[in-house]
């Protein structure tokens, strides 16, 4: 079976995607690359979001090339916030709500 598996450039989603390939399944790594470059408001650890992007991308790509795994980032961080704005009613989403926005935005 193929099954795309979000990658964050973390240990989670990794051994996520090598679980799913040694059980057999055919593995694509997406990573959508939302970071906007505006003034960066988190804590340290940014989850893939924020001024790490680049290197978590970056980590993610590297795991895909050793595990011959077919991998995509997908930019879609022109459409982030229009795509919230519309979806939320002009309201500020709670956390849970902008996570299942964003899962389907990318389907």
Not at 65 to 93: C, D, P
Request: hydrophobic residues 45%; proline residues 2%; aromatic residues 8%.
């Amino acid at each position: 079976m193929k099954i795309a598996v979000g990658l964050s450039g973390g240990v989670d989603s990794a051994v996520t995607a090598a679980l799913l390939q040694a059980a057999g399944h055919e593995v694509v790594g997406i990573t959508m690359k939302i970071w906007s470059g505006d003034r960066y408001r988190g804590g340290e650890k940014d989850a893939c979001f924020g001024p790490g992007e680049a290197d978590d991308i970056l980590r993610a790509e590297r795991l895909c090339a050793q595990q011959g795994i077919e991998y995509h980032v997908l930019i879609v961080r022109r459409n982030m916030k229009k795509w919230f704005w519309t979806i939320s009613g002009g309201n500020i989403l709670p956390d849970t709500r902008r996570i299942h926005a964003s899962f389907a935005m990318l389907l």
